[in-house]
């Protein structure tokens, strides 16, 4: 079935979304470089792969299924924080916002009855408890180093060794 307008704005509005994430996650690991926390710059780029994988997924869908694809203009990301946990207290705001987005597609493809479009949103759906759960893991990661700088390095060394799969969305769920 083709997709209604109201859900292909959402969808196009959200391929913007996730590249903003990409730009915000791609700002916060430059942050982090020059704070000379090189672990924590690690992981935040691989989660801004990760984004563009997210917006290349919906882009793709759109394709398949012979919708308009429209490049709205980004958001300009931000680009100072106060402090590690600041930084990472954003992160997880950010996700929590996303996820609410992505609800809300998920909840105009019921309406719409638009079973496929819905089954292809449960991916994005599973995808953001993981990355409230991420997001939440480093808040809560900072806030147990109590500022001690030995904790801090222990945590920067492990996020250090976060690995990127490099793995597509997939576009239909089996
Ligand atoms: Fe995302
Ligand atoms: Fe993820």
């Known amino acids: 079935m ?14 913007k979304l996730e590249y903003d994430s990409a730009f915000l ?3 916060m690991s430059e942050w982090l470089e020059q704070n000379d926390w090189a ?10 792969k990760e984004e563009l994988a997210h917006a290349e997924g919906f882009v793709r869908y759109l394709k398949m299924k012979g919708e308009p694809v429209e490049l709205l ?3 300009l990301a931000a680009k100072e924080w106060d402090s590690l946990l600041d930084l990472f207290k954003a992160a997880l705001k950010h996700e929590e916002f ?6 809300k597609m998920a909840e105009q493809a019921e309406k719409d009855g638009d079973k496929a479009s819905r089954l292809f949103l449960q991916w994005y759906i599973n995808e953001q408890v993981e990355e409230e759960v991420n997001a939440n ?11 001690h700088i030995g904790a801090l390095l222990s945590f920067d060394r492990e ?7 490099g793995e597509e969305v997939p576009l239909l769920l089996f």
Request: net charge positive.
């Open 159 to 165: 996020k250090g060794t976060r690995s990127w799969s």
């Open 25 to 27: 996650y791609l700002a």
């Open 2 to 15: 083709k997709m209604t307008k109201e859900l292909n704005k959402l969808f196009n509005e959200q391929i």
């Open 39 to 48: 672990g924590a710059s690690h992981w935040m780029e691989v989660q801004y």
């Open 98 to 103: 996303i996820s609410a987005s992505i609800d």
């Open 73 to 75: 203009q980004l958001g």
């Open 137 to 147: 893991d480093n808040v809560t990661g900072v806030s147990r180093c109590k500022g």
